[in-house]
């Protein structure tokens, strides 16, 4: 079974403090993908990755980034939390074809 | 750009009548469209895909590339069928897929 894991399943942090976000798969697949998760808007991709280094914007990057430094590993990074980066955060990972993705149960951040 | 768009955000029926949920997508080229699907207190997961052409769950979608849908369709829904519904879109050789926003599927008893 694929396995996603998300370091925190709730976080809260004020506005202004850095935020990181760590996701890891176990499944050794080459993909990997940050999400927001908000009512109405649906899925919204933020970046992902095709390797390690490797990285690309998706619909919504502006205030996020992110760091590959390991294939197992992708960290999302909010430099300065503001109120409207309140939203769950979904990581997922694939093979190279992004066909079947596997998630993560999410971070619900709270930035007060 | 591609674009997915689910017309319903909440969507409500009996147990046991059929229910359709809408997906429409504007790409001019040949896609591949899936939809997947997350149970409360679950995580996101595929449920299907166009290429398949397989019921899953007693589920099925086809690809209508005239009218640019891809609904999902189930003869006879249950109450375990509630869940929130995406349906994604994938374009070319892209290694990242589009979402809709989502329908909020009820099943009542």
């Known amino acids: 079974d694929v396995k996603v894991t998300q370091s925190s399943r709730y976080l809260v942090k004020r506005t202004g403090e850095k935020v990181f976000l760590e996701c890891v798969q176990d499944?050794?697949?080459?993909?990997m993908f940050w999400y927001r998760q908000d009512p109405g808007l649906g899925l919204r991709l933020i970046y992902f990755s095709y390797d390690v280094k490797m990285k690309e914007k998706g619909d919504i990057p502006e205030g996020y980034s992110v760091s590959r430094e390991k294939k197992e590993r992708f960290s999302l990074i909010l430099e300065s939390a503001s109120t409207n980066q309140t939203s769950m955060y979904l990581c997922a990972s694939s093979l190279v074809n992004p066909d079947t993705q596997y998630f993560g149960p999410g971070t619900r951040l709270t930035v007060l | 750009a591609q674009r997915v768009t689910q017309p319903e955000k909440l969507l409500s029926v009996f147990k046991g009548a059929p229910v359709e949920l809408k997906c429409n997508y504007s790409y001019s080229g040949s896609p591949e469209l899936f939809w997947y699907v997350q149970y409360s207190r679950q995580r996101l997961q595929l449920l299907l895909r166009?290429?398949s052409r397989e019921s899953i769950k007693g589920f099925t979608a086809d690809l209508n590339k005239g009218e640019t849908s891809f609904h999902l369709k189930k003869p006879f829904a249950q109450e375990e069928d509630s869940a929130m519904y995406y349906c994604?879109?994938?374009?070319?050789?892209?290694?990242?897929?589009?979402f809709g926003s989502g329908t909020q599927l009820t099943v009542l008893p």
């Open positions: 166009h290429i």
């Open positions: 499944m050794d697949h080459e993909n």
């Open positions: 994604a879109l994938k374009v070319g050789s892209a290694r990242q897929l589009t």
